[in-house]
């Protein structure tokens, strides 16, 4: 008889500890993303400001919630640590500026601030429970080492500060993209003969040391065999250069000039941007397209003086003298150049003709031209900047108009048409010459996470990396009736939850996995009666019941809350179908759950929930908005 309280309190000890393991491991991290009102519920982490940092503070923040930035950072910093030493250390000069020093090509194909930029994204991005504030001193010295001259902590502008930034790390991925494409032109096998890459390579030494490996394979000692003995390496397969993702907040876009009087329309300009200026209109209040229309508008010119015009002109000056001539000679010469007028005018009339001298070009005739822009790049992460100074003859003052914008933004043609989702937002309230940042970050689970993964390694361009939270274990509620285990050995397995692409095809596995577990550890004892087995039965299965409605509590509203976490989406896709089309068995439909309408609204190291109309009410004081692509079948959040 004493086995019987012995198994209950044995079984019972078990579930406890596993329910207690399930909640000191996951509720911490569940409980930042539930929607409970919790005093603990600190959020983000902050940027402390000393010396007048909210312009910094600001940009880093909105920065730190730009998914596809994060991503750029960390694909870029590993391709730089994979790489060997001397293919960054070796001086390619960018054809376009020749006149920068060596130590600037130096610093911008190490990527100081490629490297340390992410570093403070990282920082931000971290899950604490507690309220934590950090300091973007390191980062601002990184940017003075990079550019040699200090920062001043001065009432400064947040744009300036952003185009900064953006351009450098611009101009650090061209530099590391031209310094990998040389070092791509060298070859891709090095070799080294005792130290000296320059010795020719010596077939019986490969072959001893081909001999040498299958030895090793046996037992030999491979220091004996590698002394003396020249070692290949050759460098990974490297993925083409051209293929490259590029820097997320390059675009293009491109101009070009239509005359209204001969219809010539000239080569397209290529502009690169990195921060998109709107001008805002001097008016109560505006709209973001708005702006843009008057950004790429076709834009009409007079008094302009169009290349092919000034070579119709000379033609024509050139054939009045040739019937007004009446030596043969200068007939002839003068055709000539007529030709040579006509072939350019056919062929390239923004190129002069060859040995033909034209009018000067004030005596050319003016017309008016049109000029159209429009983006021929999109860009990942469209920053937007919203310049309100009006300047005048005397004083500069700010713009105050009302500018609404959307959450959503779609820009472009109808054949080229691009959708983008507004993921965070720069606030300025002041005077022109004054005054105070705030930044809005939409809440979403930003991958890859920076917390490192605690079961298992991690990292980017591992096998085993797992960088969704799927790879994770999350505890999820189990109903109770569908629980059959004989034991909390068996039930408390399904306290761990399987992903849902799995779920429905390891359901029998797992019931059979759970009889398997369950037989060696409720096994009755020899002198326990089929009454007594039921009702200790039945104790463990309260037992196990409790352990899983404690769990159930704390995992519920976190899976209510990560609206843009890879599980969430994969469990709803099919969960918000069934549960709009089929109704309840007493005819009641659920109702369709909201898209992610949370941000935070940070100001320094003041953090605080806020909601997307009260940002979307930040009309006069908006200032810079950053939107993000929207992939081609990406859910609504």
Partial sequence: MPE???????????????AITLIYVFAPTYLIDSDSNSARKKGVVGLSNSANDCFINSVLQALAGLTDLRVYLIREVHRRNIDEAWVYQEIVEDPARKTNPEWK??????????????????????????????????????????????ISRQQQDAQEFLQIVAERLCDEYHAGRRARQAAKSKGAVKRSVSGNPSSPLDGDAVGERLAGLAING???????????????????????????????????YESQ????????????????????????????SSSLNTCLDGFFKTEYVDDYRCERCRLVHARKLLEGQVARSTSDSAKEEMRQSIEKIQRQIDTDPETPPPGVVLPELRLAPTCRIAKHTRLSNFPKILAIHLSRSIYDSHISQKNLAKVSFPERLSIGGLLSQRKYKLL??????????????????????NLPFSTTNAFQPSGVYTPS????????????????????APSPVASTSELVPRPSAEASSSNSSRSAGSGMNAHPTSRPSPTSSPKERETDNLSLKSVAASARSTVSRLSQPAKNGRSDSPLRKLRTSASLTESVSTPKPNGVRHRRRKPNDRWWRISDDK??????????????????????????GAAES
């Fill in 257 to 284: 000039i239509e005359c209204q009087v001969c219809g010539f329309k000239t080569k397209p300009i290529q502009s690169t941007f990195c921060t998109l200026t709107l001008s805002v209109p001097q008016s109560r």
């Fill in 4 to 18: 019987k309280p012995l198994t209950i309190a044995t079984y019972a000890a078990g579930a406890s500890l596993a």
């Fill in 105 to 150: 090509n130096q610093s911008l194909q190490s990527g100081i601030v490629t490297k340390g930029l992410k570093d403070i994204l990282d920082a931000l991005n971290e899950r604490p429970i507690y309220r934590k504030t950090i300091s973007a001193v390191g980062f601002v010295r990184v940017l003075e080492t990079a550019f040699r001259q200090r």
């Fill in 218 to 252: 046996h037992g030999g000692d491979d220091e004996t065999q590698s002394k003396n003995v020249p070692t290949i390496q050759a460098e990974p397969p490297a993925e083409d250069v051209g293929e490259e993702e590029g820097f997320p907040m390059e675009g293009t």
């Fill in 424 to 445: 965070g937002a720069v606030t300025h309230k002041g005077s022109h010459h004054s005054g105070h940042y705030e930044s809005f970050r939409r809440q979403n689970i």
């Fill in 465 to 484: 990396a797992n960088p969704t939270p799927i790879a994770t274990p999350s505890p999820s509620a189990t109903p109770l009736h569908k629980s059959t």
């Fill in 607 to 632: 953090v605080k929930e806020a909601k997307t109309s009260e940002l979307l009410g930040m009309q006069r004081e908006v200032y810079m908005l950053f939107y993000e692509l929207e992939r081609e």
